[in-house]
Structures are given as C-alpha cells and as structure tokens.
C-alpha cells in the first residue's frame, strides 16, 4: 500500500479516536449525573482540619456559576472556592469551621453533564465536626412562587434575641425552594429559628441587594426542641414589598400646589385619616389633600396663603404607602409663593370599571377620577340600572376620588349599569364646570345564567370563624373572589365563572378582608392562611354545596 494511503487511514482512525460524545447511531443521553463519592463522606462524623471538600460524580460535569450556586450551612464568613476537574468537584479555602456543628454542603440541583442533562436530585452533603450528626427538619410549600425566578427559604437561628430585621446577617442555614414550591431543611440543630423566604434572579441570594419578592410565615418564631424532631406546614406567600424607608424625596410649588414627593407610592384611602396641617402658621392652611392617577407617589396639597412667602411646619401624621408603612413627619417649609388663577376645568382622568366592559362583579363598587379635587352638586351623579335610576352611597377616597357603592341590595347581576356625569353640577375648587355636557359610562355585570357558585363549611380549631376569608382563585388566575366565613363556619361563594377553582383561606385579624402577608422590618409574621386540597369544579348555573374544608 502507497505510503499516502496509510497516512490518510492513521488520521482518520486518530481523529475517530479523539471525538468526545456517544457513538454514532446510540442511544441519546437523557441521564443526569449521579454523586458517587465525597471526601468528607455523606454523614461523616469528627471531621477536623478540612480545607478542601471532594464530590465525584458518575460523569464529567459542569455546574454554570458554580461558586454562586454552592450553599454551605451554617454560612461561613469566607466564601469557598468551585473548581470542576472532569468528574470532579473541589471546594477549596474552607474555613472557619466550628466545633461540634454539622454542616450541610449543597449544589442544589445545578451540576449537569456535559450533554446538558441535570442530575435528577439535590446534590449534598452532611458531615459534623463532633461526635454525632444533627438530624432535625423544618419543611413546608412556599405559595404564589413567581416564574423565572430562584426562591430561597433563609433560616437565622436565635443567639441572645433576634434583631429587628433578619436582612443585613448572615443566615444560620439556606434552603433552595423546588419548582412546585416545597422546599425541607435537613440535619438543623435544635433551637429556635425564624424564616423568610426570598425570589431572586441571581443564584446567591444573599448578593440580591434590591429583593422585593419576599414571604414570612404566620409564626414569629420555629422552635424545634430537641434532635430528630420534624417541624412541618410552615407556609410562605410571596408578595412584593418595599424595603428602602418611606420618607419625603423633594417638595415645589406648582401652579399653586404644594407637591410632596414620596419614595413610595401613597394608600389613597390614608388621606381621609391622616393630618396634613401646618403647626406654627396662621397665614397659611391646607384646604386639601389628593393624590393623582398615574402620579401615585405625589401627595398634591392645595393651600390658602397670605402674602408672598409658603413658610411654617407642615405636619405629616400617619400617612401609609400602599405597602402598609406609615410616615410622621414634619416638613420646615420657606418658599416664595405666587398666586395662580386656575383657568383650565377639571376632568374624568378614569373610571373603574372601565367604559365598555363586559363581565363585572355584580357586587361592584364604581371609581371615579377626577383631574383635582371637585365639589359636586346634587344630580351630578347618577347611576341607572337597565335605564333605571337607582339609589348609592358616596364615598369619597380622597379630595378628587369618589366610590360609589349602590345600596338596597338589589340583584344586580346580568344588569347594564350607566354612570352618568353631569358636567354642569361638578365644578372644582375655584368654581370652573367641568362641561356643559352630560359624561356617560357603561358597562354589564355577569349574568346568574353565565355563573356558578361553592358553598361549603370550614372545619378548623379557629375560635373566631367569622373572621376566616374564602377566596375561590379560577386555575388561569384571570378570576378570583372572596368572602367572608360565618361565625359557624359556612360560606357560599357566588359569580363565578364556569372552571376549575381551587381555595384559599386566611384568618384576617384586622378585619380589612386583605391578606397581611406581614413585614421584614420589624420582623412580622404573616396572617395564618391555609391552601386547601379541594380543587372545585363550577358550572353555570350550578351550586357546588357541601365542601368541607379542612384547616387544621
């Protein structure tokens, strides 16, 4: 054979020697890698002098953001470093290690093959430093668990106290929350603990500087008393909150008006109980307060004042933005002040529900925006019902937001209802009309025809039942609607639409029929609140009687 020839054939025999990758025509690799030794051993015990750590797996692996995804507790306060080697994992630098504390190595599920395929279980470890390995637990489900994200159940173990907010130290243990939201802290000394829940986009989430996705369970405090014990049903609900402070940012006139600007957002319905008033000034009073649609975090302040200067203390007394944190403050204000002569009428800016919609709850309240603060006459508003009128009762929310309620507990259901806005009996504050038109704004509610209901008796220990909530929550998340529980118990839950609905229950101590998910600063817990097992069918026209509903 020519000698070109033989070359040829070795560099092709070399080259199929040399590709990385299953056989051509095998079966695809659909196995994620399995952990099949480490150095401390799983469940080693008197482990001393450690600074590496060693986890061979079944296969070569690839862990993305390695060093990010590790999680050893108790946290040290030097973070280890990740390198891979082939089937090898080397978690070097680690210090710090205590005398008798078992400690907790995890990679969560993150180590994947060189295929992409991720190993089907968690990947960890547990070793003590002392003669025996802690083996007590704290599980539960983690509910309303955002998409796309990776959620956390941070557990801080009490020393002398807690301090005020766990936020800002180091937490005793971490736990990465599952995709169906359950999540089990493994080998936990005994002793007291309280937890929080975190949604991050980052894999570490102790490197989220702005979390706002947080939940805290309805128990101050976890006590697990003694090894072995099993703590479980210790429940989060994700909400967003707000940690930055709520405090006053900037302040002008404009066009006459005072306008406050806030961190964040105001509770509109504050307005109406907080004070807004100067303490040391007689040329200058608050005549009212208001907050703009689309400018939520304005605080607008019309002002009579005499002569040429804005100058006192304006008191701020139990303002709430819409995350439920109030504001006392008091603002020492001295700015040169110019009269304005309104010249431009006010306006509807918005109405809820909106103009034109279909499928309204027929226990509605109507919305009204104005532009500013008006002054309406009577007659200047009139709802009718499938082109009747009919009685309501006003509410005013803040100095240019009204609510209307309709009295006399008529069957509103399948009605088309008429918001009517006479322009000429509404007028603001310097005395422009709003139009010399009548406004008109419609919209129908659900027909009894087109909804189903759920009636059923909430079984639970609770001594005061009536002050349990049943929201039915439709599978889409598009449609949901609560009440409250009677005092024995019972509810019955009506205008649904037809699908599948599942429960959820809260026991709302404040009686504002809102959940109170609780706060990080100061550290409170959550109402109690329960999900159900019961997953409910509705069909129109249909009662769906008799669910007993357990809670305890």
Same mark, same amino acid.
């Given at each position: 054979?020519?000698?070109?020839?033989?070359?040829?054939?070795?560099?092709?025999?070399?080259?199929?020697?040399?590709?990385?990758?299953?056989?051509?025509?095998?079966?695809?690799?659909?196995?994620? $890698?399995?952990?099949?030794?480490?150095?401390?051993?799983?469940?080693?015990?008197?482990?001393?002098?450690?600074?590496?750590?060693?986890?061979?797996?079944?296969? $070569?692996?690839?862990?993305?953001?390695?060093?990010?995804?590790?999680?050893?507790?108790?946290?040290?306060?030097?973070?280890?470093?990740?390198?891979?080697?082939?089937?090898?994992?080397?978690?070097?630098?680690?210090?710090?290690?205590?005398?008798?504390?078992?400690?907790?190595?995890?990679?969560?599920?993150?180590?994947?093959?060189?295929?992409?395929?991720?190993?089907?279980?968690?990947?960890?470890?547990?070793?003590?430093?002392?003669?025996?390995?802690?083996?007590?637990?704290?599980?539960?489900?983690?509910?309303?668990?955002?998409?796309?994200?990776?959620?956390?159940?941070?557990?801080?173990?009490?020393?002398?106290?807690?301090?005020?907010? &766990?936020?800002?130290?180091? &937490?005793?243990?971490?736990?990465?929350?599952?995709?169906?939201?359950?999540?089990?802290?493994?080998?936990?000394? $005994?002793?007291?603990?309280?937890?929080?829940?975190?949604?991050?986009?980052?894999?570490?989430?102790?490197?989220?500087?702005?979390?706002?996705?947080?939940?805290?369970?309805?128990?101050?405090?976890?006590?697990?008393?003694?090894?072995?014990?099993?703590?479980?049903?210790?429940?989060?609900?994700?909400?967003?909150?707000?940690?930055?402070?709520?405090?006053?940012?900037?302040?002008?006139?404009?066009?006459?008006?005072?306008?406050?600007?806030?961190?964040?957002?105001?509770?509109?319905?504050?307005?109406?109980?907080?004070?807004?008033?100067?303490?040391?000034?007689?040329?200058?009073?608050?005549?009212?307060?208001?907050?703009?649609?689309?400018?939520?975090?304005?605080?607008?302040?019309?002002?009579?004042?005499?002569?040429?200067?804005?100058?006192?203390?304006?008191?701020?007394?139990?303002?709430?933005?819409?995350?439920?944190?109030?504001?006392?403050?008091?603002?020492?204000?001295?700015?040169?002040?110019?009269?304005?002569?309104?010249?431009?009428?006010?306006?509807?800016?918005?109405?809820?529900?909106?103009?034109?919609?279909?499928?309204?709850?027929?226990?509605?309240?109507?919305?009204?925006?104005?532009?500013? $603060?008006?002054?309406?006459?009577?007659?200047?508003?009139?709802?009718?019902?499938?082109?009747?009128?009919?009685?309501?009762?006003?509410?005013?929310?803040?100095?240019?937001?009204?609510?209307?309620?309709?009295?006399?507990?008529?069957?509103?259901?399948?009605?088309?209802?008429?918001?009517?806005?006479?322009?000429?009996?509404?007028?603001?504050?310097?005395?422009?009309?709003?139009?010399?038109?009548?406004?008109?704004?419609?919209?129908?509610?659900?027909?009894?025809?087109?909804?189903?209901?759920?009636?059923?008796?909430?079984?639970?220990?609770?001594?005061?039942?009536?002050?349990?909530?049943?929201?039915?929550?439709?599978?889409?998340?598009?449609?949901?609607?609560?009440?409250?529980?009677?005092?024995?118990?019972?509810?019955?839950?009506?205008?649904?639409?037809?699908?599948?609905?599942?429960?959820?229950?809260?026991?709302?101590?404040?009686?504002?029929?809102?959940?109170?998910?609780?706060?990080?600063? &100061?550290?409170?817990?959550?109402?109690?609140?329960?999900?159900?097992?019961?997953?409910?069918?509705?069909?129109?026209?249909?009662?769906?009687?008799?669910?007993?509903?357990?809670?305890?």
């Amino acid at each position: 054979m020519p000698s070109r020839w033989l070359n040829i054939i070795l560099v092709i025999m070399l080259a199929g020697c040399a590709a990385q990758g299953p056989p051509g025509g095998g079966p695809e690799d659909k196995e994620g $890698p399995v952990l099949i030794s480490s150095v401390p051993k799983d469940m080693e015990t008197n482990v001393t002098g450690l600074s590496e750590i060693f986890l061979e797996f079944s296969e $070569p692996v690839q862990i993305k953001n390695a060093e990010s995804r590790l999680m050893i507790s108790p946290t040290l306060l030097t973070k280890p470093k990740v390198e891979i080697k082939g089937r090898k994992v080397v978690i070097k630098n680690i210090k710090g290690l205590q005398k008798d504390v078992t400690y907790i190595v995890s990679l969560g599920r993150s180590v994947q093959d060189l295929h992409g395929n991720f190993a089907k279980e968690d990947i960890r470890i547990a070793f003590s430093t002392g003669d025996s390995i802690d083996n007590s637990s704290i599980l539960g489900t983690v509910y309303n668990l955002p998409k796309k994200l990776n959620c956390f159940i941070l557990a801080y173990r009490a020393r002398d106290s807690f301090p005020d907010s &766990p936020l800002g130290s180091l &937490p005793d243990y971490i736990c990465q929350v599952g995709e169906n939201g359950s999540y089990k802290f493994r080998n936990l000394s $005994p002793g007291v603990y309280r937890l929080l829940a975190v949604c991050t986009r980052l894999s570490d989430p102790l490197k989220d500087k702005q979390l706002s996705l947080i939940g805290l369970p309805p128990f101050s405090e976890i006590n697990v008393e003694k090894s072995g014990q099993t703590v479980d049903r210790v429940n989060f609900y994700i909400q967003e909150v707000e940690l930055s402070p709520f405090r006053v940012v900037s302040y002008k006139i404009e066009k006459g008006i005072l306008r406050i600007r806030f961190t964040h957002k105001l509770k509109e319905d504050s307005l109406s109980v907080a004070s807004v008033d100067f303490v040391d000034a007689n040329s200058v009073k608050v005549g009212s307060t208001w907050v703009a649609n689309g400018n939520e975090n304005v605080l607008n302040v019309g002002l009579d004042v005499i002569g040429e200067r804005l100058k006192g203390k304006l008191a701020l007394r139990g303002l709430l933005d819409i995350y439920g944190k109030k504001l006392c403050d008091t603002l020492a204000l001295d700015l040169e002040w110019k009269s304005y002569v309104d010249s431009v009428p006010p306006s509807v800016v918005d109405v809820i529900p909106r103009n034109g919609a279909r499928d309204v709850d027929p226990d509605v309240e109507v919305r009204l925006d104005f532009s500013e $603060p008006v002054v309406i006459d009577s007659g200047g508003i009139e709802i009718l019902v499938d082109s009747a009128s009919i009685g309501f009762e006003k509410r005013v929310l803040d100095s240019n937001t009204l609510i209307l309620k309709l009295a006399g507990g008529e069957n509103l259901a399948g009605r088309e209802f008429i918001i009517r806005a006479d322009g000429r009996r509404i007028y603001d504050l310097s005395g422009l009309t709003m139009s010399d038109t009548v406004v008109s704004y419609r919209f129908t509610t659900l027909s009894l025809a087109q909804t189903g209901s759920i009636s059923g008796h909430l079984i639970s220990n609770t001594e005061k039942k009536e002050l349990l909530m049943v929201e039915a929550i439709r599978d889409d998340g598009k449609f949901k609607r609560a009440v409250r529980a009677g005092a024995d118990g019972k509810f019955f839950i009506e205008y649904l639409l037809p699908g599948k609905y599942s429960l959820f229950v809260w026991y709302d101590k404040d009686g504002d029929c809102i959940f109170d998910g609780g706060k990080v600063f &100061p550290y409170t817990p959550s109402e109690p609140f329960w999900f159900p097992e019961n997953r409910i069918r509705v069909r129109a026209r249909w009662e769906t009687a008799g669910e007993e509903v357990i809670l305890d």
